[in-house]
């Protein structure tokens, strides 16, 4: 998609959102949070759903936890401003409750689309509500963050090869040393690396699979 379309469908998609009744959740938001940065990133980041401060400014981790994220991404060596970051809900749930399986699914659908326009080589689960779902999109089986965190996975979603790593939401490592920790290794250790290579354009294009790729074995 030229740069010119994808602004455009991304607009539309904005737009939808900022109008989306379709959990209840639009009755309690000052302020949609759709997601930030740059449509061409081959890396996605995908947190729960907008607390507090994201609900008052419209933008995606800006709290205490975004500022974690921040400093996270800054020490690993990837720099916020070359990821986008959503959440799976993109209006708050009141006082910050976990989100109801009928608000995710009536969600994801704007999840789904912001995957299809921008098209990611990796995206970056913060937490089990993100990952539980885009595991499942990939078919990847998940158990739990213990288990889980800090590992490469690859799986395809929306006809896109994307390599999965999960990890802690910021926002559960905030009072927690020992969880601070592992979140620290897993942006420094894997997080990084991983994600360095693939804006340096060290690692494979991501591309559509297509049914004569699966054919051929490629898929
Ligand atoms: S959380 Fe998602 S589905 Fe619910 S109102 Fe907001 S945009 Fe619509």
């Known amino acids: 998609m030229a740069s010119g379309d994808l602004e ?3 607009k539309k998609l904005v737009k939808e959102i900022s109008e989306c009744r379709q959990c209840e959740l639009y009755k309690y938001r000052k302020n949609p949070v759709p997601g930030e940065g740059p449509l061409n990133t081959p890396i996605m980041l995908i947190g729960e759903a907008p607390g ?11 709290g205490a ?5 921040t400093k996270l991404l800054e ?3 990837i720099g916020r401003k070359n990821v986008y970051i959503t959440n799976v809900l993109k209006c708050r749930p009141p ?3 976990d989100p109801k399986p009928e608000e995710v699914e009536a969600c ?14 990796m995206i970056v689960c913060l937490g089990r509500h993100s990952a539980k779902l885009i595991f499942s999109w990939a078919g990847i089986p998940w158990t739990n963050m213990k288990r889980q965190h800090g590992q490469v996975y690859e ?26 920790k592992e979140l620290e290794e897993d942006f420094l250790k894997v997080i990084g690396p991983l994600a360095k290579q693939i804006l340096e354009g060290k690692i494979e294009t ?13 898929g």
């Open 108 to 121: 994801s659908p704007y999840l789904r689309q912001q995957i299809k326009l921008i098209k990611p080589k």
């Open 155 to 180: 799986g395809v979603i929306e006809g896109l090869k994307v390599k999965i790593v999960a990890t802690y939401h910021p926002a559960a490592a905030l009072y927690n040393p020992q969880l601070r």
């Open 95 to 97: 006082s910050n409750r």
């Open 65 to 69: 936890a975004g500022k974690l994220l």
């Open 206 to 218: 991501t591309k559509r699979t297509t049914l004569l790729d699966f054919l051929r074995g490629k």
């Open 8 to 10: 455009v469908e991304y």
């Open 75 to 77: 020490e690993a060596g």
């Open 52 to 62: 507090k401060q994201e609900d008052e400014t419209g933008r995606p981790f800006v």
